[in-house]
T-cell receptor, first 112, second 114 residues
Framework: DQQVKQNSPSLSVQEGRISILNCDYTNSMFDYFLWYKKYPAEGPTFLISISSIKDKNEDGRFTVFLNKSAKHLSLHIVPSQPGDSAVYFCAASEFGNEKLTFGTGTRLTIIP | DAEITQSPRHKITETGRQVTLACHQTWNHNNMFWYRQDLGHGLRLIHYSYGVHDTNKGEVSDGYSVSRSNTEDLPLTLESAASSQTSVYFC?????????????FGPGTRLTVT
């Protein structure tokens, strides 16, 4: 039972345009959501997070939006840069539980 | 600088052999985690520990074991390696409490079971 789903395995975007990565979840107990970025042959690194009490969190070129009623979150990257080419994992945690549930990942390719 | 390391980085073993993957962190984090990454499945939690002598099963724990004798290390043992355990394994650690969701990952171990 995949509680966190990323339905797009891959995405290609022109450099300078907006990249939008999507994530859906089924567990209504999730209250904290994160995005991790992974380059080949490296471990994932934390990118940005959002608490369930918010609907938006912004950090530079990266913005995460949360729609609790739809159980959906998205990551926007504006403008997209070649260095953004990586696999992006969505993750979620329940209140008081310090382990994460990850999605299947989306491979983002930025086309110069 | 604090870091989290994994060894070996690559390992080839035969079916039925016991294999141990090492994970060592110098962050002094209480929480440590083991994941496997497979195409189409993302990162799946194998085992995790919230402190010395504490271990817990994750969603794909069958065939794996861990032990936590100190803060820095959480070795992952495959009792009898199977071809289905061919994967990339990641170790991670995090603080307890606030920001516990920010996990720091090692570089991974690519394991091939032949």
């Amino acid at each position: 039972d995949q509680q966190v789903k990323q339905n797009s395995p891959s995405l290609s975007v022109q450099e300078g345009r907006i990249s939008i990565l999507n994530c859906d979840y089924t567990n209504s107990m999730f209250d904290y959501f994160l995005w991790y970025k992974k380059y080949p042959a490296e471990g994932p690194t934390f990118l940005i997070s959002i608490s369930s009490i918010k609907d938006k969190n912004e950090d530079g070129r990266f913005t995460v939006f949360l729609n609790k009623s739809a159980k959906h979150l998205s990551l926007h990257i504006v403008p997209s840069q070649p260095g953004d080419s990586a696999v992006y994992f969505c993750a979620a945690s329940e209140f008081g539980n310090e382990k994460l549930t990850f999605g299947t990942g989306t491979r983002l390719t930025i086309i110069p | 600088d604090a870091e989290i390391t994994q060894s070996p980085r690559h390992k080839i073993t035969e079916t039925g052999r016991q294999v141990t993957l090492a994970c060592h962190q110098t962050w002094n984090h209480n929480n440590m985690f083991w994941y496997r990454q497979d195409l189409g499945h993302g990162l799946r939690l194998i085992h995790y520990s919230y402190g010395v002598h504490d271990t817990n099963k994750g969603e794909v724990s069958d065939g794996y074991s861990v032990s936590r004798s100190n803060t820095e290390d959480l070795p992952l043992t495959l009792e009898s390696a199977a071809s289905s355990q061919t994967s990339v394994y990641f170790c991670a650690s995090s603080v307890t409490g606030a920001r516990s969701w920010e996990q720091y990952f090692g570089p991974g171990t690519r394991l091939t079971v032949t």
